[in-house]
């Protein structure tokens, strides 16, 4: 079992042909350096299937709800500003799950929206939340698609790139 270590949200702005060949490749950016990432897939509606026949209720899975994402992370300017220069422009999202921080235990893709705002400021360290509106059905691209990022000293992402394989 893997741990989360490393797993990293990403974005890039949206073309919006999701028609196109290899539409998730491209060059991505870090949203931000984030504490946790709420998973992007809502809960699932149960529909009642029951008739007067029946002796006792049944159901069957119906639609997923619409998902948002609430992401705490460290409060940076760097990603402040660009989280608000992009704010409610349709992004296309990927969540690298695993610990190498490429996917390597999934990568979730999904277009969507964003917004940031600062926690409350305290003597500890400056946090912010990240608030993502998932727009699309989210999808496991990785069998498709091949992650590499080019890092610094500290291991922060300095590039994020998604091609085919």
């Given at each position: ?20 060949a290899n ?88 277009i969507g ?43 922060y992402p ?8």
């Amino acid at each position: 079992m893997a741990t989360g270590l490393k797993s990293r949200i990403i974005y890039k702005e949206s073309d919006g042909d999701t028609t196109k060949a290899n539409y998730w490749a491209g060059t991505y950016k870090l949203l931000m350096r984030a504490k946790s990432i709420p998973s992007p897939f809502g809960s699932q509606n149960m529909v009642d299937t029951s008739t007067l026949e029946d002796l006792v209720e049944t159901q069957e899975p119906g639609r997923r709800s619409a998902a948002s994402m609430e992401i705490p992370g460290a409060f940076e300017k760097k990603y402040k500003d660009e989280m608000a220069a992009n704010e409610g422009e349709k992004l296309d999202f990927c969540i690298l799950y695993g610990t190498d921080g490429k996917g390597s235990e999934g990568i979730c893709a999904f277009i969507g929206t964003e917004s940031f705002a600062p926690d409350e400021a305290t003597d500890d360290h400056l946090t912010g939340t990240a608030s993502v509106a998932v727009s699309t059905v989210p999808r496991w691209i990785e069998d498709n698609y091949e992650v590499t990022v080019t890092e610094d000293a500290n291991g922060y992402p300095i590039t994020i790139e998604l091609s085919a394989k």
